[in-house]
């Protein structure tokens, strides 16, 4: 079955740097594309970055400049390297995948950025 496994997250001061990363096993990993949400309480679920199965990128204009995905297609595993934090970057940050109709979310990993 397809699983998600978001690490990294963390307490980081502000401007500070964190890489999240996202392990997946049980789908052909190469083949899909990878999404990388946020949310804090009370919240909607953000889109945050996507990245292709080939590699191409898309980002929040929050984010755009800070932040970065890539991808391991070895490891199964995508990143997102973040840069410049700020405090309203405090979220429990997700992973997911689509196939077919189905939607995937990992169990998500904390980022605290302290002013």
């Known amino acids: 079955q397809v699983q998600l496994a978001e690490s990294g997250g963390g307490l980081v001061q502000f401007g500070g740097s964190l890489r999240l990363s996202c392990a997946a096993s049980g789908f052909a990993f190469s083949t899909a594309a990878m999404s990388w949400y946020r949310q804090v309480p009370g919240k909607e679920r953000e889109l945050v970055a996507v990245?292709?199965?080939?590699?191409?990128?898309m980002y929040a204009d929050s984010v755009k400049g800070r932040f970065t995905s890539s991808r391991d297609n070895d490891k199964n595993t995508v990143y997102l390297q973040m840069n410049s934090l700020k405090p309203e970057d405090t979220a429990v940050y997700y992973c997911?995948?689509?196939?077919?109709?189905?939607?995937?979310w990992g169990q998500g990993t904390q980022v605290t950025v302290s002013s």
């Open positions: 997911k995948v689509v196939r077919g109709t189905n939607s995937y």
């Open positions: 990245i292709s199965s080939g590699g191409s990128t």
